[in-house]
């Protein structure tokens, strides 16, 4: 066969260094033909075919275990019409991985999307387009016909959905564009949202209604005091991206109809939660409306008609000069299951209606220098395996997680030594707007370090499982649009065990309301125990750390400087009707334990005291440990204990804690009423404390040589500012 034969030739070319080992290089170019052979002249169109061309030299014997290979792709753009995918055929060995690398200085993009030329839009001529369009508007409007390029018919939104909407979405010049929508997006005060306070039905079973439909759940109904809603056309589709309840829980749902009279929208779908303000969440409640041609008002929007697959655009400047990708492939642009001893180096995975790449069982799989971007999934995510690597890589403008790591076994306690390493992840969760953070731990072992997150709605950090090592990471501005979250976030766990958040900045955190104390920047949620946050850094981060009933945690060390409130502990396993029990939501703690055998080895070895729980007061939060913190100017509460902690405050090792108001202003009023282990340093306005930070309005909070802040607390050990965050390596030559 022809393919054979060139395959033969490819075996025939040997490293053009001339390696000792022989090592095999394979060239790809996006210029290559279906002549090429893989060398260098004669270069393989796409990555699949220098895949398979190793898997066929790889079945003549011409490739051995000990030779690494190595595929050197040209700068260009690589189309993904399916995934790219990787099995257990496809790895190399710990001595002789095979390298999937960048060749030379340019970008090369493997794309999971359609690229568009400017010059194929036009301003809109249709007379019914044009009426619907804002007339200040209607001479800046561009359209283009898509049906020459997508043949298929176009899948509608569904009536309710978390996450992505149907495929595809547009990109202008490496940014997502915005989905036609009211209030337009104001990034410079943050208030893109309309809002309603008076729900006309919740939507919730009522079993006492006369309509059977009521008993159940059902699609509810609110005024809106507002007639806006009068312009849309219902009959095409208008959707309301609402936090309908709970500022944790968001959903999309289709408006089902409009009263003008009387102003109430109702929707096409129930609500999980029901409509209307709940206890995590004030009356008040905010949406805003998307995917309506009579709200395509603002440069960036854009509209796509499903029906007669016409896309319209309000251009930004530099229109004609734009890159435009029209993002399809709802899969992953890469899949490796079962592989070993692969790398991608300097290689830029973007736009796709998915994920990015996904490793499934894999070990010794390494991402490094790469660029995962603008996709409507998640970035990267590891599950299984062992000793995968996600180093210097950056990750952005993603609809979901930026990357997760899973693996390792929780029954055995042995660890999956995943690692997340110096990466930089940032504006994500962009359609998933709660519980995708920018890194996910599960399972037993991961390691997260160095890395640098932000600007997203809601977590940074979620985890559960055991033994995760979090250290050295720098966290800001996320939690911004919802509440009562946390930078890091775990919960509802007895056994989520041996965590470790260590050396950790996290700082200047927002919220989905006023209330800052409803923002976290550790959040041990429903009796989440076993952790420990030590040599961590808290500047302008919410309500710092919270302890939400749980036990055995260590806090340690930590510098707290300008938070509402620095630390809350409270004692909710003992007011809770739902504690352990099994029909409420997770809250089966026990059960979770037994599972594991958690009063035998490992286990008991591991976690005596969660070993003997049922017979020491389990409804209690006892064994916290928290020694040697400095609060500094919490100007709310230095410490939040509730009614019950205060009561077993004997029973914990509170102790050797600083409460600083510098200037004399913040005592923090629990303070005053004396809480065991806190000992208070106050200056003021004349003579303010100078705690001998190096620079604090630069972010630097290593102490100065003979540092105030040592002189009052000798035992509190200097934080190691100087190694937080990214660093400079073969990888990432600048930071940003």
Same mark, same amino acid.
């Given at each position: ?49 220098? /895949? ?5 030299? /790889? ?10 290979? %190595?595929? =050197? ?46 010059? /194929?839009?036009?301003?809109?001529? !249709? ?69 309603? #306070? ?39 589709? %208008? ?9 944790? #829980? ?6 089902? +109809? ?106 010794? %799989? ?11 999934? #998640? +970035? ?10 996600? /180093?210097?890589?950056?990750?952005? $403008? ?69 033994? =995760? ?13 919802? +509440? ?6 775990? +919960? ?65 060390? $930590? ?49 005596? #005291? ?111 500012? !100087? ?14």
């Amino acid at each position: 066969m022809k393919l054979v034969r060139f395959f033969l030739i490819l075996l025939a070319v040997t490293n053009a260094t001339g390696g000792a080992r022989g090592d095999w290089d394979i060239h790809v170019s996006e210029g290559g033909t279906s002549e090429a052979d893989g060398t260098a002249a004669k270069p393989f169109p796409s990555l699949s075919g220098a /895949r398979d061309a190793i898997r066929e030299a /790889r079945k003549l014997g011409k490739i051995s275990p000990t030779e690494p290979v %190595v595929v =050197h792709l040209a700068p260009g753009i690589y189309p993904l019409d399916a995934t790219f995918e990787l099995g257990p055929e496809d790895g190399g060995t710990e001595g002789a991985p095979v390298v999937y690398r960048r060749d030379g200085t340019g970008d090369v993009t493997l794309q999971g999307g359609l690229s568009l030329s400017p010059s /194929r839009f036009s301003k809109v001529s !249709d007379p019914e387009v044009l009426s619907r369009l804002d007339e200040s508007v209607r001479d800046r409007i561009l359209v283009m016909d898509l049906s020459d390029l997508v043949s298929e018919a176009l899948p509608p939104f569904r009536d309710a959905y978390h996450g992505a909407p149907a495929a595809p979405w547009l990109y202008v010049n490496g940014e997502p564009m915005t989905l036609a929508r009211w209030p337009n997006l104001d990034e410079s005060d943050g208030d893109d949202w309309a809002r309603f #306070s008076k729900a006309i039905d919740s939507g919730k079973p009522d079993p006492a209604a006369a309509d059977p439909e009521k008993q159940k759940s059902h699609a509810g109904a609110f005024e809106f005091d507002d007639d806006r809603p009068a312009r849309w056309r219902l009959d095409d589709g %208008v959707w309301l991206f609402g936090y309908w309840t709970h500022d944790w #829980s968001y959903e999309v749902i289709r408006i089902a +109809g409009y009263d003008r009279g009387k102003k109430i929208i109702r929707l096409a779908a129930p609500h999980s939660y029901g409509i209307g303000g709940g206890t995590w969440g004030g009356k008040e409640r905010r949406f805003f409306a998307l995917n309506t041609l009579d709200e395509l008002d603002a440069p960036g929007e854009w509209y796509l008609d499903r029906i007669r697959k016409r896309l319209y655009f309000y251009p930004q400047a530099s229109w004609p000069d734009a890159k435009i990708v029209l993002a399809s492939l709802t899969k992953p642009l890469v899949e490796a299951k079962g592989t070993k001893h692969v790398r991608f180096e300097g290689l830029d995975f973007e736009y796709g209606h998915g994920p990015g790449i996904v490793l499934r069982d894999t070990e010794n %799989v390494e991402i490094a220098g790469c660029t995962v971007a603008n996709l409507a999934g #998640s +970035g990267i995510s590891v599950s299984g395996g062992g000793r995968n690597t996600i /180093r210097s890589c950056d990750l952005f $403008n993603l609809g979901a997680a930026g990357l997760t790591l899973s693996g390792g076994d929780r029954q055995t306690l042995t660890p999956a030594d995943n690692v997340a390493e110096n990466n930089h992840i940032h504006h994500y969760g962009r359609f998933q707007r709660t519980y995708a953070p920018g890194i996910g731990a599960y399972g037993c072992g991961q390691i997260v370090r160095h890395n640098r997150i932000h600007d997203a709605p809601h977590n940074a950090v979620l985890y559960g499982g055991n033994e =995760h090592l979090f250290e050295d990471n720098e966290i800001f501005r996320v939690v911004m649009e919802t +509440g009562d979250s946390g930078a890091f976030y775990t +919960g509802r766990d007895w056994t989520s065990q041996g965590n470790v958040l260590r050396h950790n900045y996290i700082h200047d955190l927002g919220a989905g309301n006023e209330d800052a104390t409803n923002t976290m920047g550790v959040y041990l949620d429903d009796c989440d125990s076993g952790d420990t946050i030590e040599g961590n850094v808290f500047l302008r981060a919410g309500r710092a750390i919270m302890i939400g009933g749980g036990r055995d945690n260590r806090v340690i060390n $930590n510098l707290v400087v300008d938070c509402p409130i620095g630390l809350h502990l409270d004692s909710r396993g003992m007011t809770w009707k739902q504690w352990n029990d099994p029909n409420s939501a997770g809250w089966n703690l026990e059960e979770k334990a037994e599972k594991l055998n958690y009063r035998k080895p490992p286990w008991s070895e591991r976690y005596p #005291s969660l070993a003997k729980i049922m017979s020491d007061s389990p409804r209690e939060p006892l064994h916290n440990v928290i020694r040697n913190n400095v609060f500094v100017d919490c100007g709310k509460e230095v410490a939040n204990l509730d009614a019950n902690v205060r009561k077993l405050i004997d029973k914990l090792d509170i102790d050797n804690n600083l409460a600083v108001s510098r200037n004399g202003e913040a005592d923090g009023k629990q303070l005053a009423e004396g809480i065991k282990g806190f000992q208070a340093l106050s200056g003021t306005e004349e003579k303010p404390v100078d705690l001998g930070f190096v620079d604090e309005k630069g972010g630097h909070f290593g102490l100065k040589p003979g540092a105030g802040l040592k002189t009052a607390l000798p035992a509190f050990q200097p934080i190691p500012i !100087d190694k937080i965050g990214l660093f400079r390596d073969q990888f990432r030559k600048d930071l940003p």
